[in-house]
């Protein structure tokens, strides 16, 4: 098992970036996929960013492709989520999960291990 916890949330302007960390405590990181979730005030949890064990595989919701980048550094047990073009309804608090099997995947249900969440701002 991992335990995750989430780094580099904070307050930005429209138009800003972010980068978000998620530090991994377990020695198995590299045989987990991993996924960034995002859920806004009275919104359900959705997904953002998925990452493969490798890095070689990543996938984005449509609203975050282009401006998201998923990455992961498995020397360092940490996955990355570079937040650029920010916008409004991108305020959301920010989840990295882990995923144990080293695929890609989009559901919340996949994903068994939480970190405690980022809050993540955006003004306009």
């Known amino acids: 098992q991992v335990q995750l916890v989430e780094s580099g949330g904070g307050l930005v302007q429209a138009g800003g970036s972010l980068n978000l960390s998620c530090a991994a405590f377990?020695?198995?990181?590299?045989?987990?996929?991993m996924g960034w979730f995002r859920q806004a005030p009275g919104k359900e949890r959705e997904f953002a960013a998925a990452?493969?064990?490798?890095?070689?595989?990543?996938g984005y919701t449509d609203s975050v492709k282009g401006r998201f980048t998923i990455s992961r550094d498995n020397a360092k047990n940490t996955v990355y989520l570079q937040m650029n073009s920010l916008k409004p309804e991108d305020t959301a608090v920010y989840y990295c999960?882990?995923?144990?099997?080293?695929?890609?995947?989009?559901?919340?249900?996949?994903?068994?291990?939480w970190g405690q969440g980022t809050q993540v701002t955006v003004s306009s």
């Open positions: 377990g020695r198995t990181f590299s045989s987990h996929a």
């Open positions: 990452i493969n064990w490798s890095g070689a595989s990543t």
């Open positions: 999960a882990a995923r144990f099997g080293g695929n890609v995947a989009f559901a919340s249900t996949d994903y068994y291990s």
